[in-house]
């Protein structure tokens, strides 16, 4: 009876609060049920041309160690990134200048990127298609996995 008095918009508002009130209930009570499980799809691509054959691969300790090295080094530069720009939004707003014993300026970059709005311009001017576009190179990951043990005998039948 109460939607025949109101607009669709209060209603669709009305029932927008009581879905937020609903997961913030939920969220209290049962907090995994909000989350929905989805196997995070992890897409591949193929080796590179310039990889190890089997006979060339180094002893697993090796490559165990250079693993976790990559990982932690990847880490720290993840935390000194997230760091570089919390400290750079704040030192963007200021005007060039002495702070403390901080000189703060600005001096012109040497690189140079392609403008592609230009480039797109241009293209369609001249009715030459899309821009083409190349992909860029794919990023090494590693990750840590669970190996199960194995015994002897399933050693010795992978083996032969």
Not at 56 to 76: H, S, T
Not at 142 to 154: F, S
Request: charged share 25%; net charge neutral.
């Amino acid at each position: 009876m109460i939607h025949l008095l109101t607009s669709p918009r209060t209603t669709r508002t009305v029932r927008g609060l009581i879905g937020t009130v609903a997961d913030a209930v939920r969220s209290v009570i049962a907090p995994a049920s909000l989350v929905e499980e989805q196997a995070p799809a992890v897409e591949t691509v193929p080796d590179p041309v310039d990889v190890l054959a089997a006979d060339e691969l180094p002893p697993v300790e090796q490559i165990e160690a250079a693993a976790r090295e990559y990982e932690r080094a990847a880490d720290q530069a993840r935390r000194a990134d997230r760091g570089k720009r919390a400290a750079k939004k704040v030192l963007d707003k200021l005007p060039a200048g002495i702070y403390g014993t901080w000189r703060v300026f600005r001096t012109p970059s040497s690189r140079q990127t392609p403008d592609l709005a230009e480039i797109t311009r241009i293209f369609k001017a001249n009715n030459l298609g899309p821009v083409p576009m190349k992909p860029c190179a794919p990023s090494l990951k590693v990750e840590l996995v669970e190996v199960a043990p194995m015994d002897v005998e399933t050693l010795a039948g992978v083996a032969a």
